[in-house]
């Protein structure tokens, strides 16, 4: 790759990287992380995709939004309120966030970003790692919060942890498509990376673009 492909592979992580804690980090300070779910107490389904939502949508939320998904985060009375294509995808990312009573998952498939481009930014302190024997990359950053002061003006700062697990969707090449898993916690708790091990290693194998691989 040259010199101007690495800079727009490097721009593109950095925008990857930031939405998610971005969008999270928006809906924690807003409090809006909460319990949601309707009164009759029913799981939530996934919503109906937009004009928008990219194609990869509905399987990426089905693959998510399961019902041991409280228990794999080892919040086993957790209840899922909200299943729907993440608020804010990158490019032509398909992306699905699943919100329960304590935390926010969100699957993302990209054609883009790769475990090399994340692997190659030490400031999000990458960890190099398999999951099914696939390379994959452990990392993470911190949401961004929004609130107002005492005077009502509008302030930003950084927030909780998210964590981070993107695993390559081929075995030989680490420099092409990924998915990714973030969890964040309500509670401002550091997620475990055994946690986000756990999803990754149940949830990536239910996925189409996973079993199509070789």
Not at 176 to 204: C, H, K
Request: charged content about 15%; proline content about 9%; hydrophobic content about 45%.
């Amino acid at each position: 790759m040259d010199g101007k492909g690495i800079r727009n592979a490097s721009l593109q992580a950095v925008a990857a990287v930031g939405l998610t804690g971005v969008v999270l980090g928006g809906l924690w300070g807003l409090g809006q992380l909460g319990d949601t779910a309707g009164a009759d107490g029913k799981p939530a389904v996934c919503a109906t995709p937009g004009p928008q939502t990219a194609a990869g949508y509905p399987a990426l939320c089905a693959a998510l939004n399961r019902p041991d998904l409280p228990t794999l985060l080892g919040t086993p009375d957790d209840r899922v309120s909200i299943a729907q294509p993440a608020p804010f995808a990158f490019g032509k990312d398909a992306s699905a966030e699943v919100r329960l009573t304590h935390s926010v998952v969100v699957l993302t498939a990209s054609p883009s970003l790769s475990v090399e481009d994340i692997a190659d930014m030490p400031q999000f302190l990458p960890t190099r790692t398999t999951v099914l024997g696939r390379p994959a990359v452990e990392y993470v950053d911190h949401a961004m919060t929004f609130g107002a002061d005492a005077n009502g003006k509008a302030t930003t700062g950084g927030g909780p942890v998210v964590r981070h697990l993107m695993v390559a969707q081929d075995l030989a090449a680490p420099n092409g498509p990924s998915f990714e898993i973030a969890v964040f916690r309500q509670d401002a708790t550091s997620p475990d990376i055994s946690v986000v091990r756990r999803l990754g290693e149940t949830v990536l194998p239910t996925l189409p673009a996973w079993t199509a691989t070789p």
